[in-house]
């Protein structure tokens, strides 16, 4: 989480976002923007174990659209492999 710890810990203490034990996996936070699920942060193993269990029961999520912010170089590859495609890139430099 980072620099951004702070700012999801106020999301989930607020209610905007939600806090998730992934048994035997981590912790996963989500929030809901519009008609979107968003993958807030994570911590932990088998991300792609979690990611897998949305997918697939993302009928019964009712969401239209999915979305994951991630930092992991190799993510990518796997989203594509579950129908994501990359939408943005995100560069930062302190000042």
């Known amino acids: 989480m980072g620099e951004d710890a702070a700012f999801i810990k106020d999301e989930v203490e607020r209610g905007i976002a939600i806090l998730w034990n992934c048994i035997g996996c981590g912790w996963l936070v ?24 949305f997918m697939k029961n993302k009928k019964q999520l009712n969401f239209n659209t999915c979305r994951i912010h991630s930092a992991r170089k190799g993510m ?6 579950l129908g994501f495609e990359e939408v943005e890139r995100v560069y930062r430099v302190a000042l």
């Not at 193993?45 to 269990?53: D, H, Q």
């Open 30 to 53: 989500t929030r809901q923007e519009g008609q979107e699920l968003v993958f807030v942060a994570g911590s932990g193993k088998n991300a792609r174990e979690v990611i897998k269990l």
């Open 76 to 81: 990518g590859k796997y989203l594509n492999s």
